[in-house]
Nanobody, 125 residues
Framework: QVQLVESGGGLVQAGGSLRLSCLAS????????MSWFRQAPGKEREFVAAIRWNGGGTYCADSVKGRFTISRDNAKNTVYLQMNSLKPEDTAVYYC??????????????????WGQGTQVTVSS
């Protein structure tokens, strides 16, 4: 497993932006598919975005498409989630997740074996 540490969460007004970062401990970071999930109070954890290790293809949930962008910097062992035009319904704890060599284009939380501790994002109306 890989250790993951998220940062960048906070309180922002609707329409604002935040950038989340996730630093991974893995020496072979470039071989990990990285993702972001979120969990709001009383709701199940849901997929937000992912970026594959092989070619870096990116995928976003329909609810955030056009507003959120996932990217990675393999030299820094870091994955980012740029969140623009934030809405109150984006309020949740955001988790970074990783899985070595994961392929495909649609994933569940159970597909990822390593998780960060989460970072709170609160969007006020």
């Amino acid at each position: 497993q890989v250790q993951l540490v998220e940062s960048g969460g906070g309180l922002v007004q609707a329409g604002g932006s935040l950038r989340l970062s996730c630093l991974a401990s893995a020496r072979t970071f470039s071989r990990y598919t990285m993702s972001w999930f979120r969990q709001a109070p009383g709701k199940e954890r849901e997929f937000v975005a992912a970026i594959r290790w092989n070619g870096g293809g990116t995928y976003c949930a329909d609810s955030v498409k056009g507003r959120f962008t996932i990217s990675r910097d393999n030299a820094k062992n870091t994955v980012y989630l740029q969140m623009n035009s934030l809405k109150p319904e984006d309020t949740a704890v955001y988790y970074c997740a990783a899985e070595y060599g994961l392929i495909g284009s649609s994933w569940y939380a159970s597909d990822f074996g390593s998780w960060g501790q989460g970072t709170q994002v609160t969007v006020s109306s």
